[in-house]
């Protein structure tokens, strides 16, 4: 067993995990973040998708010892003081979602995408959110929630929006 500390959606944690454990099943299985859900295990589907340090990443796609110092922010850690954020209620306007299971993964891959890119075409956000897959809504709503976050969001370099998204928790 190999000791972490980690920072996950605003609280410190220090657990004993198995070298070999996915940060995927370490926020799901040790810390209970079950909002992060597993789709594929493989890196293709993007349902894990979590922030790492402010950059969304698969999370099924590292271990849990990977994040060891690291500041995770998980759908869980998006809303503040009962109010959703921007892009949860984009989603939720926007009726971008059929079953939910891709949602939070497809969330935080769209807080990240419109971090780097604040006006982003309809085509930037069909590429960023390639690596996220929906077997239900065609895309079409989500292509609108993102695009509606996007023109709701003050300008703001995307740096400065990282430091936000991965500090707001
Ligand atoms: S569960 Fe991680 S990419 Fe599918
Ligand atoms: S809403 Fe069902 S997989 Fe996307």
Redesign the pocket.
Known sequence: MTRITVKVDGSSFTDEVEPRTLL?LYLREQLGKTGTV???????????TVHLDGRSV????LLAVQADGHEITTIEGLATNGELHPMQQAFHENHALQCGYCTPGMIMQSIDLIADNPNPSDEDIRHGLEGNLCRCTGYQNIVKAVQAAAAAAPAAPAAAQHSAVGGAQ
Request: proline share 0%; glycine share 18%.
């Open positions: 995927v597993v789709g594929c295990d493989t890196g293709n589907c993007g349902a894990c698969k999370s099924c796609s």
